[in-house]
Structures are given as structure tokens and as C-alpha cells.
């Protein structure tokens, strides 16, 4: 992960605080319509597409980071699955981009 002065030692204490700094966002979409639309509104904006890219970052480096935020996972899938954002995610491009200055770790 590239954090501030990241060393491979930090991970592990990153990766077990990960859950308690994204339930805030599990809370958000319970609030709003159960989890049934997006994370500010009825209509998708940049905030969503920002969320998702940095959620399925964390899925590759931290596979398991969603386990405890069911709304949150549910809404990574549902706006992945948007068919333009679908096609790009299947695609080379994104398959073969590093998530950060390191590579994935």
C-alpha cells in the first residue's frame, strides 16, 4: 500500500484498521435508502466513481477489507457493473495499471 512513509511493516496495522475507517461510509449508505442508491443522492457523480476506484484498490491489497460492510460491497459491484465502467474494468488498461507507486502490495 502506498501510504505516507509506507513500509511493508505498516501494512498489517493499516489492513486491521481498514474496516473501522470505512464503516462511516457503510453507515452513509445505510442512510441513504438502505443502501439502494448512491452514496450522496439518487444519481451517480464523481463521488461514487472516486469511492469505487479507492474500494477496489483496497480489494487488491486487502481482499478481505469488505467483509464486515455488506452495503458497502453490494455497492462496489452495483456500480461496477455499470456497463461503460464494466467494459473499462474487463479491459487491458485497467488490468495492467498499478494501483500505486510500488506495484501492488
Not at 496495522?13 to 439502494?36: C, D, I, K, M
Not at 444519481?43 to 464486515?68: G, K, M, T, W
Request: charged share 15%; hydrophobic share 40%; with cysteine.
Amino acid at each position: 500500500m502506498q501510504m505516507g512513509g509506507y513500509r511493508p511493516s505498516n501494512k498489517a496495522a493499516y489492513v486491521e484498521a481498514l474496516p473501522g475507517q470505512l464503516h462511516p461510509f457503510e453507515t452513509l449508505l445505510s442512510q441513504n435508502r438502505a443502501g439502494q442508491a448512491f452514496i450522496v443522492g439518487d444519481q451517480i457523480s464523481f463521488v461514487d466513481y472516486n469511492l469505487v476506484e479507492l474500494l477496489r484498490n483496497h480489494l487488491v491489497l486487502a481482499p478481505s477489507c469488505l467483509a464486515s460492510c455488506p452495503l458497502l460491497a453490494a455497492y462496489v459491484e452495483w456500480v461496477s457493473a455499470r456497463p461503460r465502467l464494466r467494459t473499462y474494468l474487463e479491459s487491458a488498461a485497467h488490468r495492467d495499471r498499478p494501483i500505486n507507486g510500488n506495484g501492488k502490495q
